[in-house]
């Protein structure tokens, strides 16, 4: 039985992950900052609930070691993120470089950068105990530097700073783990532009298009890729 961890799951893209996955016979356990939004969702799912602020080094290792105890971990899913306009239209907040400031930059990358080492570094240990481990970092296509510089394309027009700069941080990150632990199977995935409360449900697909390439690479074997970055037609460009 695989043991799958997702971060951020009681709603959006991860919910719809941990739906996915409890269906291909994962043992699923739904991360949620939230206990009670956490076991409803795990509730409706048959999943396992756990509750996980990735800002919170304290919560972090506590829903480690309660996964340790139920007998280790064999995928992390890395989902949990914020896009800095939840609740708002995407004109409001999407703050370009004349105006971003770290005060608004600061929390983003607590939870799209700082969240990922916090939680990868926690589980690292249950990872590497796993016969065929796997880690899903949920990155973005405005993480890639090459999109972002083609003009004449709707990511070269986004004009925000902190997000996609938090993503792209990201794709290192990926790419540097893989590395060092080249046992471990570890990707960057680009979802695309999908309605959920990260964008004000403004995405032009549903969580079920979205979530098709976590679900591919949360699935990987040993013999899989690692280190790359893909969306669901393939590799992508950094």
């Known amino acids: 039985m695989t043991t799958t961890l997702i971060t951020g799951s009681n709603k959006g893209l991860g919910f719809e992950t941990a739906r996915r996955l409890v269906a291909a016979g994962h043992t699923v356990y739904v ?8 076991k409803r969702a795990a509730e409706q799912l048959g999943a396992r ?8 080094d304290m919560s972090v290792a506590a829903a480690a070691k309660t996964i340790e105890a ?18 708002q239209t995407r004109d409001s907040a999407e703050i370009g470089a004349a105006a971003v ?31 065929a481990p796997v880690v899903v970092n949920v990155s973005s296509g405005l993480a890639s530097l090459t999109r972002v510089t083609t003009p004449d394309t709707p990511t070269y027009a986004y004009m925000g700073v902190a997000y996609p700069a938090s993503k792209a941080a990201v794709n290192m990150i990926t790419v540097q783990y893989a590395k060092a632990f080249p046992g471990i199977r570890i990707n960057a995935v680009e979802p695309g ?24 690479m949360a699935q990987l074997t040993p013999e899989g890729p690692t280190g790359g970055y893909f969306d669901a037609a393939g590799v992508l460009p950094w």
């Not at 991360?31 to 956490?38: I, K, P």
């Not at 609930?49 to 919170?56: F, G, L, N, P, S």
């Not at 007998?71 to 306009?85: H, R, T």
């Open 31 to 38: 991360g949620s900052r939230d206990a009670e939004r956490g």
């Open 49 to 56: 609930a756990v509750v996980i602020d990735v800002t919170d």
């Open 70 to 87: 139920d007998g280790g971990l064999d995928v992390l899913i890395n989902n949990a993120g914020i896009s800095g306009f939840e609740g």
């Open 101 to 131: 400031t770290v005060d608004l930059m600061r929390p983003i990358f607590d939870t799209n950068v700082f969240g990922v080492v916090r939680v990868t570094h926690a589980f690292l240990p249950l990872l590497l105990r796993s016969a």
């Open 193 to 216: 532009y999908t309605a959920t409360d990260l964008n004000g449900h403004a995405g032009t697909q549903t969580v079920e298009e979205g979530a098709e390439i976590i679900v591919r």
